[in-house]
């Protein structure tokens, strides 16, 4: 045994009982493993908060921060009032709040006069929230006994200057991972170190994503060369669907990197989707787990070795997720057929808007390819493709390029699936029988996933009614 990395998400911090739970599953696992590392998000909802701070600044209003930096000043003053005993270290602990919140003040005053809230200047409010929470859990792991130290990881992980999906260089973050936390792990200390958030070379605050904590945790196993990551949450591991979806949703022992990647990637929020390859390449075990109830051993994520793994679920079914907010872009015309490299040249106007697209399907025929898009992207994704194809248009070899809003994604996901025909017969049976209208059909190359576009009212009916395939064939 050597290196643990372990990843707490926003509701295992999210209170002073929760911090307790996260410091007690640290404090056990230090016997066992000789260096173990703690990666820990915001308190929960407090990324949230942040984020809101700065867009209504921005958008003029020069009193909702101040009232959310009373809001962060009570939230996190509260959780350690409940923590920390001793009075010297309690008053350290409120004073580091104190400079969190003012800097967040200062920051949002700062694009209050300026009534625009660059991506860079969102990635400094919005790292705040994981700066505030190490404080709390260092403290806390120190105060039972535990050495340990709070890290921002702007000291650590180096990346690229793409705020807000910022990525990491693999060489400058090794060496300085390995510089800076080796001689901590030598001495016996557990370093705290923020998730979802970097810094570019020159030093400039960047973040990962939404979610990026636990991408973070993959980042520092792979420069430290750990032996395992655990990603601690709220649920016992990665699930048949999401359990607020569908409460008798069953948690998954083991799931293959390609499914728990095309799960990740469609939607299911339980594990951010970058996180998986990095970790699964160098052949870093990688777990999901619940702070809430840690003795339950989770989901273990294995590597693809052609055999179904996990319980015999229905045909090799395993697991089903939605991606909301998306827009069907539909390009189409009896002119297509003639016209060379349609669907090289509409991804490649999208790719341009710097958007990525969630699906593509494409009709045999050639006359028309819809994709799916993020909600907020639709205007500037179809003003793009009609400069592409403004002559087609014109011609009317294309006849339009039309967008259908307030659609969803729905994934069914199970490498076994490729071994069971009549998957996708029982799926759309399924849908048939609550009058779910299918708008459109994508299946993976790997056959690990069919994806289908409905209606937004419809997304929790038809994960439903795919998931009862599942939990009772
Ligand atoms: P954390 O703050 O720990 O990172 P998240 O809220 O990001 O936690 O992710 C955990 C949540 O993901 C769960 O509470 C659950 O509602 C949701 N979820 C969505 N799909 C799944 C799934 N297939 N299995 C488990 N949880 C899922
Ligand atoms: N706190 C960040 C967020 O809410 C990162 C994370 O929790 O993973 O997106
Ligand atoms: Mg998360």
């Not at 939607?267 to 702070?291: D, F, Q, S, Y």
């Not at 179809?382 to 307030?406: K, M, P, S």
């Amino acid at each position: 045994m050597g290196t643990l990395i372990m990843k707490f998400g926003g509701t295992s911090v999210g209170s002073a009982a929760a911090i307790c739970a996260t410091a007690q599953i640290v404090q056990a696992a230090r016997p066992v493993w000789p260096q173990v590392v703690v990666v820990a998000s915001a308190l929960s909802g407090v990324t949230d908060l942040l984020l809101k701070g700065a867009q209504t600044a921005a958008d003029g209003d020069a009193h909702t921060f101040r009232s959310i930096a009373q809001d962060l000043r009570a939230k996190h003053f509260s959780v350690l009032s409940d923590l920390i005993k001793p009075p010297e270290q309690a008053s350290v602990a409120r004073a580091t709040v104190e400079v969190y919140v003012g800097e967040f003040e200062s920051l949002c005053h700062a694009v209050n006069v300026l009534g625009e809230a660059s991506p860079r200047a969102l990635d400094a409010i919005s790292s705040l929230g994981e700066r505030l929470s190490v404080q709390l859990i260092a403290a806390q792991l120190k105060a039972i006994g535990v050495a340990a130290e709070p890290i921002e990881a702007s000291e650590l992980v180096v990346t690229d200057g793409h705020f807000q999906t910022a990525n990491p260089i693999e060489t400058l973050t090794r060496a300085k991972t390995r510089g800076r936390l080796l001689p901590l792990l030598a001495k016996g200390v557990t370093p705290v170190v923020t998730g979802f958030i970097g810094a570019t070379q020159d030093g400039v605050i960047t973040t990962l994503g939404r979610g990026g904590s636990d991408f973070s945790a993959a980042i520092l196993g792979v420069a430290l060369d750990a032996d395992e990551v655990w990603i601690w949450t709220d649920v016992d591991g990665v699930m048949t669907t999401d359990p607020r979806i569908d409460p008798a949703a069953q948690t998954l022992s083991a799931l293959t990197f390609r499914e728990i990647s095309e799960l990740a990637y469609y939607g299911a929020k339980v594990l951010h989707p970058k996180t998986i390859r990095p970790v699964v390449e160098r052949g870093i075990a990688l777990w999901i787990k619940n702070t809430f109830n840690p003795k339950y051993p989770g989901t273990q994520i294995v590597r693809d070795n052609g055999h179904v793994t996990g319980r015999p679920i229905h045909g090799g079914v395993k697991a089903v997720a939605v991606i909301r907010g998306q827009t069907m872009i539909t390009v189409e015309g009896r002119g297509m057929l003639g016209v060379p490299g349609v669907a090289a040249r509409t991804f490649g106007a999208v790719a341009r808007t710097h958007t990525s697209v969630s699906l593509i399907s494409q009709a045999s025929s050639e006359q028309s390819i819809c994709f799916t898009v993020p909600d907020s992207l639709t205007s500037s994704v179809i003003a793009a493709v009609q400069e592409e194809f403004r002559r087609e248009l014109a011609d009317r070899d294309i006849d339009a390029v039309t967008a259908l809003e307030q659609v969803v994604i729905v994934t069914v996901v199970g490498a076994g699936m490729r071994h069971t025909p009549g998957i996708s017969g029982r799926v759309f049976g399924a849908l048939g029988a609550e009058r779910i209208n299918i708008i459109a059909i994508a299946q993976g190359s790997s056959e690990c996933s069919i994806s289908l576009i409905v209606d937004q009212q419809d997304a929790d009916a038809a994960v439903r009614a795919i998931h009862r395939l599942i939990v009772n064939p």
